[in-house]
C-alpha cells in the first residue's frame, strides 16, 4: 500500500517498506531519519504524522514545520500497544485527525504533546484501507462491511442503502476505492468472479441519490481532488495507461 500528501510545495509519500520518501519536483531523497517504516502518512497541523508497519497501533509524527526530523518521544499508541484491530486509513475534518482501524475510529485532539487528546470516535465504524476512505472539508466518506458512509464528525450516513444487496454482495469489500469528483462519489469494485475492480457505484453529493451503476471501469487508482485543471483522473488496472 502506498499513501502520500503534497505539503509545503513537495511531496512526501510511504509504501510500507522503506522509509518515507520526499519529492520536491527536481530530486527525490529518503527520510532516513524517521524511526519506523511507515505505510500511512498525513500533515496535520504542522506535523508530518505516519503509522508503523511493525506495531500496527503506533503513530509517530516529526518535528514541527521540519518534516526530516523526528524526536524519539513523539509517538502515541492508538488505543493502545498491540491492540488487535491496527491502523488502516488517516483522515482529517474540522481540525480533528481521526485515525482508522479495521473496525473502528479514533479522533486526536490537540497540535503537539502537551495537547494532544486520543478517544474513541462518535461514531465506531472503520474501513479497510486508505484507498476506501476519502475526506474533502465537510465530510470523510469509508467504506465497511456494511456499506459506504458519510461521516460528519458526529454521526455517519449509509450512503449505501439505495443498492445495499448488491454492496453487500461484494465477496471481497476490501477492493473497494473511493474517489470524489464533481460533487459525485465514485466507489469502484471487484465484483463476484472478477480479478480486477471493474464496477462502480456512483452517488450523487449534490442531489443526495444513488446516479448510476457503471460497468466496465478497471480502475486501479484515481486523482482529481488537487486537480488544477478539472481533470479525473483514472489509471488503468489492466494496461499502464491513464
Known sequence: MCSSDLVQDALYWV????KPYKYDFSTVTQITAAPYTPS???EHKGLLIMNDVDDKTRIFYSNFADYS????TDFIYVPAPKSYDGLTAFAKLNGVLY???RRNKFQLYGSDNA????????DQRGTFSQES??????????ADDDGVHQ???TESKNLAKPFLEDYLAISDKSTVRLEIYNNRLYVFYTPAGGSDNSECFVINLLLDKYESLDKGTYVGRTFSRYAQD????????????L
Open 115 to 122: 495537547t494532544f487528546s486520543l478517544d474513541e470516535a462518535s
Open 133 to 142: 476512505l476519502v475526506f474533502d472539508a465537510n465530510y470523510i466518506f469509508h
Open 151 to 153: 461521516f460528519n464528525g
Open 230 to 241: 478539472d481533470i479525473f483522473i483514472q489509471a488503468s488496472n489492466r494496461v499502464a495507461a
Open 99 to 101: 485515525l482508522f482501524a
Open 40 to 42: 500511512l502518512i498525513i
Open 15 to 18: 509504501n510500507g517498506y522503506d
Open 69 to 72: 526530523t523526528f524526536t524519539s
